[in-house]
């Protein structure tokens, strides 16, 4: 399986994805808003793009589809239950389901609602499995829940489904948002040499040369991944006097996502 990341340098700081098959060149785009950006690179390197995947339906993932479509034929697949809100789609997906790119690539859609109701995360059970979480899962971070979505929801998906997966899972968000991310870590806990390591590495770095992370290391470096961390909990009581003093994991998780609305 060969992915090409796109950084797509707008105003949204969007990654755009091409997956492809390295025997056919068949590729899967994902998420293509930038599509001139994303046709130039499956130009270049001699890919075919067959199929779109649009994580959700907000029009920062979707905006490019048309274009794309026009250009290609691809076919449009999202979550069955976007079908209203994502024109011209042609394929509706549940959990399990899978997506054959080429001769080779195969990839597991996962329903995974917070950010939306209706987001899928696709999955390769490769060697080195890789996740592709468009506004689920953000390096360091969590989707916000503003644009249809529920933060119980999202604590379910990440409590349930992403902290089960392999620790080696490659994460590919749809945003860079890093350096936020990191910074709220930090503000939540300031002694996590981790997250620090990290920021140090990539506060100044083109976003085009971002490397992925893990799940491993997003169980050190992300705050909505640290549900248990004394610290968490004792630094989210200055915000919250009302906290339990043995507060559950969905109500700290809920509470940062809260918090992080605003800071």
Not at 81 to 94: F, N, S, T
Request: net charge negative; with cysteine; glycine share 8%.
């Amino acid at each position: 399986m060969l992915v090409e990341q796109i950084w797509t340098n707008n105003a949204y700081r969007n990654f755009n994805y091409l997956v492809a098959c390295p025997e056919t060149g068949e590729a899967l785009a994902i998420d293509p808003l930038e599509h001139a950006l994303c046709l130039k690179v499956a130009k270049d390197k001699g890919w075919q793009i067959t199929q779109i995947l649009n994580t959700h339906e907000h029009s920062d993932h979707t905006g490019g589809n048309a274009a794309v479509v026009a250009a290609t034929g691809a076919k449009v697949l999202a979550h069955k239950d976007a079908k209203d809100r994502i024109e011209g789609m042609d394929r509706g997906l549940v959990a399990g389901d899978v997506i054959k790119v080429g001769k080779t690539v195969e990839l597991e859609a996962l329903d995974t609602p917070g950010h939306t109701m209706s987001h899928v995360c696709l999955r390769s059970h490769t060697d080195t499995p890789c996740l592709f979480c468009g506004d689920t899962l953000f390096n360091a971070g969590a989707g916000n829940c503003k644009g249809g979505g529920d933060p119980l929801a999202l604590h379910a998906t990440f409590t349930k489904q992403l902290a089960a997966l392999p620790e080696h899972t490659v994460v590919y968000p749809g945003h860079d948002y890093v350096v936020n991310n990191l910074g709220f870590t930090l503000d939540r806990e300031p002694n996590n040499a981790a997250a620090r390591t990290l920021m140090a590495k990539v506060k100044d770095e083109d976003p085009a040369a971002r490397k992925p992370t893990t799940i491993a290391q997003e169980k050190e470096i992300n705050t909505f991944f640290r549900l248990h961390s004394p610290g968490v909990i004792e630094r989210l009581r200055v915000s919250f006097p009302d906290l339990p003093k043995n507060p559950d994991t969905q109500t700290v998780f809920v509470k940062l996502r809260e918090l992080r609305n605003s800071w």
